[in-house]
């Protein structure tokens, strides 16, 4: 494990200091506004400055997309994932989000092919089936209601993004009540794990009230879960003229071949890396999509010119994916979204040895936050950044993105592998939603707060009224 400490190394003149003080006045109203207390800083101190995390955790803070690419990408071998995420292996394993260095790439360039453009147009189909099937209720709801209904944003996103990806590793081999089981345990032990990150102080309390044990009991329930199918799918496959087995995530990692041994995956490492792909799969889209929702709710002529451009490209009929490239107003609108509230709004790396990055020095053991939410908002770099303007994503926008001042998906050779699968998704959402529904923000409901956890999600759950068309 890196050394995390500064130890004092990061010479006076090169950066900006927030004082210890600040830092520890800072750290009561990070807690109480994470996104308000550090644009605060930056406004104060800069693009990058060095501060106390919770007034004891040195660590240097940017919004620099210069920096941010050295560290994710032009130096990126010199840069490990931090403490916190590789912590979170007890409870998801070793898959790819919480794997490091060579094993990580073996993994990586194994499964990376799992992930193009072709493999995900092939999954398209399964993803309009779960959202027709989302969708269709509530359509029945709403007629029944006179022609609008009120859902839930968040919970309903939620459920629809773990349908998603679940049904895209597992086809349908888990039945719904058993799909439910499996959101609960992957948010409960994300939870837990959060909770022993955010208060390290109540860990001796925790485990004296047996509570680490407990969640290493859930963790072996979600990979017992897991394992059984696992073990159903390769054995149903063996078997002698066995029908072809279905074209999903997990055949994809389970008919993987070690480029070097021509070995596939042991069995163990299967299980890691499609629980991984079930935790990093979900809540990152359906926050997304849980904003998306919020942003339409609030622009309804956004949301029109989305549904004119589906008219128009479509008539009547459903999607496909070769169409998505000419629906480029809903994915404009996606990634507005996405730059507004970056789901995954901070992303922490950790020097392994000292760097240089123009001049400054960067000695072993720097602990970077890389502010991929200030990247975002940051004025240098967009016009009205706290406007939702998703034609800034058009081809034509006056203003080229600068390299690394947009990154929702990070950067580098750890870019999300999903990013290609979380676009279709939530292009095929927005289209769909629209084709059938307004979307409209019902009257009296108070302003949503930003809740900067792992990811970025609303403080509490919301409503939205949907209206058939
Ligand atoms: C809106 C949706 C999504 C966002 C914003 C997002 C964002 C990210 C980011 C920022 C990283 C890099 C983290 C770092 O460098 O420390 C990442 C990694 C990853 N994401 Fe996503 N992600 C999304 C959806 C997905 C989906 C749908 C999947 C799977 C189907 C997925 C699987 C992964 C995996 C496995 C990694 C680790 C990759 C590696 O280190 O090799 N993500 N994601």
């Given at each position: 494990m890196a050394d995390d400490d500064l130890g004092g190394r990061?010479?006076?003149?090169?950066l900006p200091q927030v004082p210890r003080w600040v830092s520890l006045r800072n750290s009561l109203k990070l807690v109480a506004d994470p996104l308000g207390a550090l644009d605060a800083i930056h406004a104060r101190f800069g693009a990058t400055a060095r501060l106390y995390i919770g007034g004891v955790q040195p660590s240097v803070l940017t919004r620099d997309p210069g920096l941010v690419q050295h560290v994710l990408q032009k130096n990126h071998r010199n840069y490990a994932k931090s403490r916190f995420n590789l912590g979170f292996a007890r409870y998801i394993g070793h898959g790819l989000l919480t794997n490091e260095g060579p094993d990580w790439l073996r993994q990586r360039r194994l499964i990376q092919p799992g992930f193009h453009r072709q493999r995900v147009a092939g999954l398209t189909g399964l993803m309009q089936e779960i959202v027709a099937d989302t969708l269709g209720p509530l359509a029945q709801d709403a007629t029944r209601l006179g022609g609008a209904v009120a859902v839930p944003a968040h919970a309903l996103m939620t459920r629809l993004t773990f349908r998603i990806i679940a049904r895209s590793v597992f086809s349908t081999s888990f039945a719904d009540a058993e799909l439910d089981r499996l959101a609960q345990l992957i948010t409960e032990l994300q939870g837990f794990y959060m909770s022993t990150i955010r208060q390290p102080y109540l860990n001796g309390w925790r485990w004296l009230r047996g509570q680490f044990r407990y969640h290493d009991a859930r963790t072996a329930e979600l990979r017992a879960l897991l394992g059984r199918y696992i073990a159903q799918r390769q054995a149903a496959s063996a078997?002698?003229?066995?029908p072809a087995p279905p074209d999903d995530l997990l055949q994809m990692l389970l008919d993987a071949r070690y480029e070097d041994t021509g070995q596939p995956m042991a069995p163990d490492r299967v299980l890691d890396e499609a629980l991984i792909l079930l935790v990093a799969g979900h809540e990152t889209s359906a926050n997304a999509l849980t904003w998306l929702l919020y942003l339409l709710a609030h622009h309804p002529a956004e949301a029109q010119a989305i549904q004119h451009e589906t008219a128009e490209v479509l008539g009547n009929r459903a999607p496909t994916f070769a169409d998505l490239p000419r629906l480029g107003r809903a994915l404009h609108a996606v990634q507005e979204t996405m730059r507004l509230y970056p789901p995954a709004w901070m992303v922490a790396r950790v020097a392994l040895a000292d760097d240089d990055y123009q001049g400054l020095r960067i000695p072993k053991g720097t602990l970077f936050s890389l502010n991929l939410y200030g990247l975002h908002h940051d004025p240098q770099h967009w016009d009205a950044p706290a406007e939702f303007r998703p034609a800034r994503f058009a081809a034509d926008a006056p203003r080229p993105l600068v390299p690394f001042a947009y990154a929702p998906f990070g950067?580098?050779?750890?870019?999300?592998?999903?990013l290609q699968f979380a676009l279709t998704e939530m292009q095929l959402v927005v289209v769909e939603l629209l084709r059938v529904f307004d979307v409209e923000w019902p009257v009296g409901q108070p302003p949503v707060a930003k809740q900067p956890l792992i990811t970025l999600r609303p403080r509490g759950d919301f409503q939205v009224r949907l209206r058939l068309r």
């Open positions: 990061v010479p006076r003149w090169a078997a002698p003229g066995a950067g580098g050779p750890r870019l999300c592998i999903g």
